[in-house]
Nanobody, 127 residues
Framework: QVQLVESGGGSVEAGGSLRLSCAAS????????MGWFRQGPGKGREGVAG????????YYAESVKGRFTISEDNVKNTLFLQMNSLKPEDTGTYYC????????????????????WGQGTQVAVSS
């Protein structure tokens, strides 16, 4: 089992930045794929970014490419999402996810590719 706890959400103005963190505990030595998802008001959950913990390969949604960066600190078992140039449409609840196996490419952004989920952290971007 893997436990995930997100933090770092908040309210910012458009153009601002936030850095989300996800602390992982439990069977972290087995973790291979981690990702960030978000769910905006009245919308479904969508993949934002994913990373393969072993190869370091990453994948981003087109809507955040060039603005968001996913990274890991394997020593501290923490996943990060640096979000720059934030837009009002980035508003939502952001979730961290993990699974023991990892899929290539855009599959890193699919909810079915992850087994473990955090409770989410709120991000609000005002115009």
């Amino acid at each position: 089992q893997v436990q995930l706890v997100e933090s770092g959400g908040g309210s910012v103005e458009a153009g601002g930045s936030l850095r989300l963190s996800c602390a992982a505990s439990g069977a972290t030595f087995s973790r291979r794929c981690m990702g960030w998802f978000r769910q905006g008001p009245g919308k479904g959950r969508e993949g934002v970014a994913g990373i393969d913990s072993r190869s370091g390969s990453t994948y981003y949604a087109e809507s955040v490419k060039g603005r968001f960066t996913i990274s890991e600190d394997n020593v501290k078992n923490t996943l990060f999402l640096q979000m720059n140039s934030l837009k009002p449409e980035d508003t939502g609840t952001y979730y961290c996810a993990a699974h023991f196996s990892c899929y290539d490419g855009s599959a890193k952004l699919e909810t079915w590719a992850y087994k473990f989920w955090g409770q989410g952290t709120q991000v609000a971007v005002s115009s």
